[in-house]
C-alpha cells in the first residue's frame, strides 16, 4: 500500500532555529516525492519537489530510500514559514498522496 | 489570475439537498483531480481525468458522488442527497503532464457544510 506518514501536527519553534518537519514514506517502486505548502487562507501550493533537487525559500529535501523518508529542512525559520505542510506521494497511479500535514510555527 | 479556479467557493446546504462544485483547470492542463480534505487531514484522493475520461475513482467516491469533464475542460463534481459526513473541502487539481512532470496545482478549494 502507498502511504504517507507525517509523524508530528504541530512543530513549535523560534525564529533563527533549525527546523525539520519529518515525512515517511510506503512504497515499492521507485517514488517521486513533494513537499506542498499552504500559508493562511492560500491555496495549496508545490514547496519543492526531489526529482530538481531545489532549494526553495532556504528549505531542501533529500529522498533517503534506505529509511524511505523525505525530511524537509531549513536551517534558520523565519516567521513568515509559518504554514501547514504536506509531504505527497506519486507513486505510480497518476494521482499525489498526501501525509496528514505537520503545521509549523514560528516564534518571534 | 490563471490558475485553477472553483465555484462556488462556500456552499451551506441543508442535509439531503444535491450541490455541484464547478472546476475550471489552467488551460491546456490535461489531467484533472478531485480531492476531499476535512479538518486535521491532508487531502484525500477522489477521481481524476484524463481530458475528458475519467480513469480512476477512490473508495471514498460513493454511488451519491459523480463527477464528470464532457470536454476535457472545465469539469463537475455532484453530490447527491447530501450527509453530514460530505462536510468538507473539496479541492481541484490539474496537470499539464507533459511539461511539468507530476506536479499538480491546486485550486483554492470549495468549502461544503452540511447541516
Known amino acids: 500500500a502507498q502511504r504517507v506518514t507525517q509523524p508530528e501536527k504541530l512543530l513549535s519553534v523560534f525564529k533563527g532555529a533549525p527546523v525539520e518537519l519529518k515525512c515517511n514514506y510506503s512504497?515499492?517502486?521507485?517514488?517521486?516525492l513533494f513537499w506542498y505548502v499552504q500559508y493562511s487562507r492560500q491555496r495549496l501550493q508545490l514547496l519543492l519537489r526531489?526529482?530538481s533537487r531545489e532549494s526553495i525559500k532556504g528549505f531542501t529535501a533529500d529522498l533517503n530510500k534506505g529509511e524511505t523518508s523525505f525530511h524537509l529542512k531549513k536551517p534558520f525559520a523565519q516567521e513568515e514559514d509559518s504554514a501547514m505542510y504536506y509531504c505527497?506521494?506519486?507513486?505510480?497511479?497518476?494521482?499525489?498522496?498526501f501525509g496528514a500535514g505537520t503545521r509549523l510555527a514560528v516564534h518571534p | 489570475d490563471t490558475g485553477v479556479s472553483q465555484d462556488p467557493r462556500h456552499k451551506i446546504t441543508k442535509r439531503g439537498q444535491n450541490v455541484t462544485f464547478r472546476c475550471d483547470p489552467i488551460?491546456?492542463?490535461?489531467?484533472l483531480y478531485w480531492y476531499r480534505q476535512t479538518l486535521g487531514q491532508g487531502p484525500e484522493f477522489l477521481t481524476y481525468?484524463?481530458?475528458?475520461?475519467?480513469?480512476?475513482k477512490s473508495r471514498l467516491l460513493s454511488d451519491r458522488f459523480s463527477a464528470e469533464r464532457p470536454k476535457g475542460s472545465f469539469s463537475t463534481l455532484e453530490i447527491q442527497r447530501t450527509e453530514q459526513g460530505d462536510s468538507a473541502m473539496y479541492l481541484c487539481?490539474?496537470?499539464?503532464?507533459?511539461?511539468?512532470?507530476?506536479?499538480?496545482?491546486f485550486g483554492e478549494g470549495s468549502w461544503l457544510t452540511v447541516v
Open positions: 526531489h526529482i
Open positions: 487539481a490539474s496537470n499539464p503532464q507533459a511539461t511539468s512532470g507530476n506536479t499538480i496545482y
Open positions: 481525468f484524463q481530458n475528458e475520461a475519467q480513469l480512476e
Open positions: 488551460s491546456e492542463h490535461n489531467r
Open positions: 512504497y515499492s517502486g521507485s517514488p517521486e
Open positions: 505527497a506521494l506519486f507513486g505510480g497511479y497518476n494521482k499525489l498522496i
